[in-house]
Each structure stands twice: as structure tokens, then as C-alpha cells.
């Protein structure tokens, strides 16, 4: 090396280098921005301490008999929508890959049609069936009047669920997609038939790449099901429109409403967290974990 | 007529094409039980494309491929073929297993996963059973330590020996392997063969597609030459690899040694 001589003459001078202490950079501009933000948001929790804003009255209706059957009504629809959904996006999304034309082009109308259309009409759809057909079922076996069967409930799951699904066929056809020919061949190799292999090895690993949008269509599903209102499905916003209405403390029923959407959201997001760490295993994000704990059969690491 | 057992593989006259380049054309070639039989040849030969015909990957466009006699992909009704369904198909597959390139085990299966899930899924056995069975088959290709890893945490040659494993637990009459150590780090290549050649010394019917001459002349029965979709050349080891009749042969083989 033709540094090693150069270097001989400076050495003491480097000896006294490496004694010094080490300060780290400051950040100023950093610490000017958060002391704003920091002001900013004293401003604002100020604001709506002082404003025109009962929270005893917040506290009051927190849990009051009709928000606590909004809660339920809007967790339950976003249930059934979402399950609705996914059966419905898995059908299509299946359906749009078949080389069968009348498979693939009914899937792509669909498609087309629900994803093409604003919700809200969709709803209204829905709930006015009866003025296209008085009288559904099958005929000379059974028939019901469509107005008892199209209640606000079914007009919502229909509404939310057949919409959702249009978007949910092409998340999972992107999932789909993202598996390699490789998994399909080697699934047929030892014997398995077309459905086996979906939904033995290709679905759950097409689940990593669908969960994560999934996952975010369902916190706005629940907040979707807030427009069911217009048809007089009583969600929670309904019920806190009802009672405002009533007491005219409107902001007051709207911030109840609004921390029983978070609740709702946040025990959502925690549950993808788990969903995403268990369809990613075998992916390497679970690799350090997996090592890493003791008592597994993996140990003899060569 | 001698003694000898029917061929368990005989192909006749198949030709496949791709769009308009023809993959196969007119490859005829019967295999005999126990045997094992190397397929060599360059890139783009058709070597690969023979051995997925073989267990129905790729559908054939011409000829007939018959396995333990049964004749594959099809059944005669009157004077036509009528093709066979999904699961005549997958069970027909029952009697090839196959070792890919690129291993293609079950990103999100552990190596004991991947060896049962046929057994358990496919074949509907216990699974206390297919486990026992499953430790046996890892015992075998060295990789008891590795039950529970995902196969990311494998090394290639580990993958592929996991990959044979996976092959065998379906207890297939034939195996077949496509290019098996052809993505392999070099110093990884004998692991595997190592396998291959102890499953050869067992009896095990055994059709390789496979660069390693070393290995053809050593364990094969018999080897064959292709390229562009035809058999150049058939015979022993000993003639194909160390004294080729064929000009196109002669060629190939200086080029793989070099």
C-alpha cells in the first residue's frame, strides 16, 4: 500500500484526533418547524376547548341507546358489504380469467357497470327496484312484493357489496397475477386439479399483495356505509342526525359520531397488522422473527 | 420375445408447436422401467418442452404419448380422441413426479409443508401418517434440520432437495427433472446429484434433461441428443458422449466441455 508511509509523518496528529469528543449536527431549521407545529396544535386544542362546544354533552351521548344501535348497524353492514364484496371480487376476478368469452365478458361488464357509477345512484337503484319490478321471484313457484324484500337493509348490502366488488375483482386479479407460473406448475405436478390449486397455493399467496389495498377499502367501507343514511338505513350518522335534529347540538352528535368511526378504523387497522405479518410468512419479512425465536424446529443453522 | 418388461414411457411421433415455431417434431421415444434415461442438447432444442409434454404441463399437438400404457391426455370414443377432463388429468399426473429448474417449492409452506401437502390435499392420507412418511424423505435428501424453514431460508441445492422430496412423497412410477441444477451455484451442484444418483441406484425410472455429462455417463442407461425438435442421436453413454456419430453432437459436446 502506498499509503501506509504518507500516512507515518501526520500520526500525531491523528492521535489527537481520535481523542476529541463527537458532537452530533444540530438540526435547527427541524427544531423551528416542530416548535410551529407544536404552537399550531396548542392553538387548535385551545380553540375547541373554548369554542361553542359542549363536551359534557359529547360525554352524555357517547353511549347513548341509539348511537350504541347506530355503532352496531354500521359494523354490521360493513361486514356483510365487505364479505359481500370479496365473495363477489374472488367470482369476477376468476370469471375475468377464464378463456371462456362469455365468462370474461360478463365479469368485464360488471366491472364495467358498478365501477362506473356513482354509489349513491347505485343505492337509489336499489331501493326504488320496485318501481321496475312490483313483484320478484320465481314465477308459479314463489313470489314476494319487491317492497317487502328490498328493505333499507338489503338496498345498502346489495349497494355496497355488488359496488365493492367491482373494485375487489381487480385487486384480486392483480394478487393473482403477482404468483409466479412456477407455484401453477408444480401444484399440477403433484396431482392437484384447477380448484386445489387456488385455493391451496395460489390464493394464499396472492393474499400478501390483496390484503394491504383490502385492508384500506374496508376503513372506507365503514365510513361508506354513512351514505346508506339517504335510504334510511339508521347507521350511526343517521342516528346522530336524528337526534340533532331534535336537541340542535349538532356539532356535538357529529364529534360523537366521528370517535366511534376512529374506534371503529383503529381496531380495523390492528387487525391487518396481524392478517398482513400471517399471509407474509415465508416472505422475509417474517424471516427475522422466525429465526429468532426459540424452540422452533429451524435451529441447526449451518 | 425376450424377457423384458414393456417400456413404462413411449412416445410416438409427438410434435408441439408454440405459435409458429415447432418445438417437437416427431420426437418417438420409449423408456423401459427402472431405467434411467438423459435427454441433452442446447438451448431451444425441445428437451425441456418433451419432458412437460410427458406429465401434460404443455398439451401435445400431434402424436401419442403412452405412460404404463395408458394413453395420456386423451381417451378413444369411436374413432376420435376426446380430450380428457381437469381431473383425469391430475390423476393421470400421479404417475410423474417432477423436479423443475427453478425448484418452484411453495413460498409459503416450510419444507415438511411442501412435502405433505400432496399426500394430505391430493391424495387424502392421514396426516399423522404423510408427516412420518415426509421425515423419512427428509432423512433421505440430508435436510432433516430444515422441517420447519420457509424455503427462502434455503440455499438452491437445499430447495431442490426438498423439491425431490416433494416429488417422491407422491410415490410416482417415473421421475422426471428439468435442468435440476442448472440454477445452482456450482458449489452446490453435487448435493443434488448426489440425491439423483442415490434415487437412480434404488430403481427408480429417472428421465433427465441435464447439462451435467459427468453425471449422464456415469448413472444414464441411455442418452439422447436433441436439437430443433428432433432426436439427432440415441445410444449409451458411451458412444453418444465419447464418440458421437453425429457432426451436430460432436459440436455440442466440445462446446459443453469447454
Known sequence: ?302 | MTGRPPPIVVAHQVTKRFNSVRALNGVSLSIDPGMVQCIIGPSGSGKSTFLRCLNQIEKIDGGAILIDGELIGYRQVGNALRALSDAEIARQRLATGMVFQRFNLFHHMTALENIIEGPVTVLRRPRREAIAEAMDLLARVGLTDKRDSYPIEMSGGQQQRVAIARALAMRPRIMLFDEPTSALDPELVGEVLAVMRDLARSGMTMIVVTHELGFAREVAQDVVFMDRGEIVEQGPPSQVLLNPQHGRTREFISAVLT
Open chain 1, 1 to 302: 500500500m502506498t499509503g501506509q508511509p504518507a500516512a507515518r509523518p501526520v500520526s500525531a496528529e491523528l492521535e489527537r484526533l481520535v481523542g476529541l469528543s463527537i458532537v452530533p449536527r444540530r438540526h435547527y431549521g427541524r427544531w423551528v418547524a416542530a416548535a410551529i407545529i407544536l404552537l399550531l396544535f396548542a392553538w387548535v386544542v385551545k380553540a375547541f376547548a373554548e369554542g361553542q362546544i359542549a363536551w359534557k354533552v359529547v360525554g352524555q351521548f357517547l353511549t347513548a341507546p341509539a348511537i350504541l344501535n347506530g355503532l352496531v348497524n354500521t359494523v354490521i353492514m360493513t361486514a356483510c358489504a365487505m364479505a359481500l364484496g370479496i365473495v363477489l371480487g374472488v367470482l369476477f376476478a376468476i370469471m375475468y380469467m377464464s378463456p371462456n368469452p362469455v365468462l370474461r365478458g360478463s365479469a368485464l361488464f360488471y366491472i364495467w357497470f358498478f365501477r362506473g357509477t356513482p354509489l349513491l345512484l347505485q343505492l337509489l337503484l336499489w331501493f326504488n327496484l320496485a318501481l321496475v319490478f312490483p313483484r320478484i321471484g320465481i314465477p308459479g313457484l314463489i313470489e314476494f312484493r319487491t317492497i317487502d324484500v328490498i328493505t333499507p337493509f338489503v338496498a345498502t348490502l346489495l349497494g355496497l357489496g355488488m359496488n365493492q366488488g367491482a373494485y375487489t375483482a381487480e385487486v384480486v386479479r392483480s394478487g393473482i397475477l403477482s404468483v409466479e407460473v412456477g407455484q401453477t406448475e408444480a401444484a399440477k405436478s403433484i396431482g392437484m386439479t384447477r380448484l386445489t390449486t387456488l385455493r391451496r397455493i395460489i390464493l394464499p399467496q396472492a393474499m400478501r399483495v390483496i390484503i394491504p389495498p383490502v385492508g384500506n377499502e374496508f376503513i372506507s367501507m365503514v365510513k361508506l356505509t354513512s351514505i346508506a343514511s339517504v335510504i334510511q338505513y339508521s347507521e350511526i350518522l343517521r342516528n346522530a342526525q336524528t337526534i340533532y335534529y331534535a336537541n340542535a347540538r349538532v356539532i356535538e352528535l357529529l364529534i360523537v359520531a366521528a370517535i366511534w368511526y376512529l374506534a371503529v378504523v383503529t381496531l380495523l387497522q390492528i387487525g391487518q397488522f396481524f392478517l398482513e405479518r400471517y399471509f407474509s410468512r415465508g416472505r422475509g419479512e417474517r424471516r427475522a422473527r422466525h429465526k429468532a425465536s426459540p424452540g422452533n424446529g429451524a435451529g441447526g443453522q449451518p
